[in-house]
């Protein structure tokens, strides 16, 4: 079936899951004349209270729950919606059922070994090194038995689960800075007491703004019709957490974004993804940390922001449309999750706007359900000021808010 901008019925993006990512998900594809269709387990989640978006709440994320409920919304809807991910379980979901779910929905995924090589930490790490791309020296612990290779690390180092799903559902802590070999193997056998294998990195030296990322949509014949590179500034939990506060990257852009799409070609990386890079400040080089592979990264909406609208792009793509113009040099501007969030001081460039992830005047209902319903305000003010110690409060209160 062909569509064009004149179609009478508008054919709609469904976007599966509505935390943070998927509230940004949500402003990105708004205002464009098709409907947007949010959809969760959980009715409390920030992006299903947007106003730009209609909701839809199914039973899992995962199994045949999940199958059923997504073939009934795509029965319901028609003209084989596009499909956007925000979720790890439910990229594995798709991909494990996209034979029966494409019939009803249209979207783009690596295939099924290769969503599992670019989800997997350890097959990741071995398959950027057997292609000479830059990562970290590594080590993979797929048992107790394994902990002896911890020595063979240069300390600090940072243990994170082999699969993100097993630190998202809880069962595995999701990164841990290790300053010895001791305290190495005392994390080690705690997060092998669970099903799963575990990763060990050297640390990358530098500080969190040296973390980059480049964000990307992948089409048909390898074809990019958009691209983004960004700069986190700070994060939380402290170096080991998500995306707190970033800006573009447009210093990094060239090497980070050759270096993204060769990986990608290789890889046969298709559709949503993106990779996370830190710069060495003792070997001065970019080394790649790892990719999100699928769906969109949590902070996606700084490159909208900036004037790289990726989802839209890739709506575009999937329908035949022509390409959505894309900014060239818009005002600066910084995406920050929360707004306990601040970047250090002096690294915010001058006269940059700040876009909170939640609130928005235009759409303020999910910042409403999120600070005062699931996060209460108290909640927040301790977090925050366990996050800016009493001696830097007076800086963060003089930063633009």
């Not at 499909?83 to 979901?93: C, I, R």
């Not at 997997?120 to 950027?128: C, I, Y």
């Not at 876009?355 to 005047?361: C, H, Y």
Request: aromatic share 8%; glycine share 8%; charged share 25%.
């Amino acid at each position: 079936m062909t569509s064009s901008p004149d179609s009478r019925e508008k054919i709609p993006a469904v976007v599966v899951g509505g935390e943070l990512g998927g509230l940004g998900l949500v402003r990105s594809l708004s205002r464009q004349g098709f409907p947007v269709f949010v959809v969760d387990t959980k009715l409390a989640r920030p992006a299903l209270w947007s106003r730009h978006a209609r909701r839809r709440i199914i039973r899992s994320f995962t199994g045949r729950e999940f199958v059923e409920d997504m073939i009934a919304l795509g029965q319901r809807l028609r003209n084989r919606p596009v499909l956007f991910l925000t979720d790890e379980d439910v990229v594995h979901s798709v991909s494990e059922n996209r034979e029966e779910l494409a019939h009803w929905f249209r979207f783009r995924l690596p295939d099924e070994r290769g969503v599992r090589l670019l989800s997997s930490k350890s097959d990741f790490h071995r398959f950027a090194g057997e292609h000479a791309f830059p990562v970290p020296r590594t080590v993979i612990l797929n048992d107790q038995f394994d902990i002896h290779l911890l020595a063979g690390l240069r300390f600090p180092c940072v243990i994170k689960p082999d699969d993100k799903r097993m630190a998202l559902s809880g069962s595995k802590e999701r990164a841990v800075r290790v300053e010895t070999l001791a305290e190495g193997k005392k994390h080690a056998r705690e997060m092998l007491r669970t099903p799963g294998g575990i990763v060990a990195q050297e640390w990358i030296e530098g500080a969190e703004s040296n973390i980059h990322f480049t964000l990307f949509y992948r089409g048909r014949d390898g074809t990019i019709p958009a691209v983004f590179t960004g700069r986190k500034l700070s994060c939380w939990p402290p170096d080991v957490g998500s995306t707190a506060v970033c800006i573009a990257a447009p210093e990094a852009r060239e090497e980070l974004e050759r270096i993204t799409l060769a990986f990608a070609d290789r890889a046969g990386f298709d559709g949503l993804g993106s990779m996370e890079y830190k710069w060495d400040d003792n070997h001065h080089r970019f080394v790649m940390i790892e990719p999100t592979v699928g769906r969109i990264d949590y902070q996606e909406e700084i490159a909208t922001l900036c004037g790289v609208n990726i989802p839209l792009a890739a709506y575009h793509h999937e329908l035949g449309l022509p390409a959505p113009p894309m900014a060239t040099a818009p005002p600066p501007r910084a995406w920050r999750s929360t707004f306990i969030r601040r970047a250090p001081p002096g690294l915010m460039p001058a006269g940059t706007r700040i876009a909170d992830g939640f609130f928005r005047w235009d759409d303020p209902l999910p910042a409403i359900q999120h600070y005062c319903v699931n996060q209460p305000l108290e909640r927040l003010m301790h977090q925050w000021a366990g996050w800016f110690p009493s001696t830097r409060r007076e800086q963060v209160q003089q930063e633009q808010p």
